[in-house]
């Protein structure tokens, strides 16, 4: 076991746990603290994946969360089914220390499954460690590629396709503001056209930057450090208060960047940027803006 591993306080704890719960039969380790090289901080949580032989008495008394310190909030994922086997998580905070432990709790069968696949799942893939195995369940697991959630190139039709729906999403942004609706007007600006559509954006340019080599992370964690600083710098501009006025600028400078990017995205895959589409969603915008309202 890696002193990582060996010093770590909340492993430690966790083994310990496991080790004395016979319903318990393996434990694994995944996501950050896995990857070689990944820089922690305070706030890095610990994702866990505690294999058993029934699930459902963790899911109906969520009591046993408690044996890792005192427990602020829970988020409770519903159970599923994946490679017929039942599945839930518990995503934890705790008051002390800022540990947070996101608990996936999953049948003991689901690992002896995933032997025989191919290739890794992603949430394996991503970075994983054997922390604790009673019954010899990961023998032959591969090892993680750390390649889940890289960008890859997108097709010309996924290219088309979210320039076309971005546009789309920016009527409904127009009829809000022209209606004075701030909360579903910032919805569509800031999470569905920002959020959404050029972080997408975003992460293609990064991918091609870099090689297809680096991931961005989750919700565009990370993304800051890729995106070209003149790019960065023009997003923040669209972030703006509750003036409908300036919310309407805001939307049209997320246009514009998301039209410089996708040209640039689109010249190096070698697609055409839809300028004629662009030019109609242009005008029909500026009419909703000046539409006088009766």
Request: negative net charge.
């Amino acid at each position: 076991m890696s002193n990582l591993i060996s010093n770590d306080r909340v492993i430690q704890h966790l083994l310990k746990w496991a080790e004395q719960r016979k319903s318990v039969r393996a434990v694994l380790l995944t996501s950050t603290r896995t990857i070689p090289g990944a820089l922690l901080d305070p706030f890095s949580d610990y994702d866990v994946i505690l294999a058993v032989t029934d699930i459902h008495p963790y899911f109906e008394d969520r009591g046993w969360l408690g044996d890792f310190g005192p427990v602020l909030v829970v988020y409770r994922d519903p159970i599923r089914v994946e490679h017929g086997c039942e599945r839930f998580a518990y995503v934890t905070q705790y008051e002390t220390d800022r540990l947070k432990i996101d608990f996936t709790v999953l049948q003991a069968d689901w690992l002896r499954r995933v032997v025989e696949l191919p290739g890794l799942p992603d949430e394996l893939d991503v970075g994983y460690r054997m922390l604790l195995d009673k019954d010899t369940l990961t023998v032959g697991l591969h090892p993680p590629t750390f390649k889940a959630h890289i960008p890859t190139p997108p097709t010309e039709e996924a290219y088309l396709e979210l320039i076309e729906v971005f546009f789309h999403d920016a009527t409904y942004a127009a009829k809000h503001l022209w209606r004075g609706d701030l909360l579903p007007a910032k919805q569509s600006i800031d999470c569905v056209l920002k959020f959404k559509k050029i972080r997408q954006l975003l992460e293609w340019q990064m991918g091609i930057d870099t090689g297809w080599s680096i991931k961005a992370g989750a919700y565009g964690k990370g993304l800051k450090k890729y995106v070209r600083p003149e790019i960065w710098t023009d997003l923040e501009k669209t972030y703006v208060g509750a003036d409908t006025e300036e919310n309407w600028n805001a939307l049209i400078e997320t246009i514009d960047l998301f039209r410089r990017v996708a040209i640039m995205v689109g010249e190096h895959l070698g697609y055409a940027y839809p300028h004629d589409m662009d030019h109609r969603m242009m005008v029909y915008l500026h009419e909703v803006k000046t539409l006088a309202r009766g």
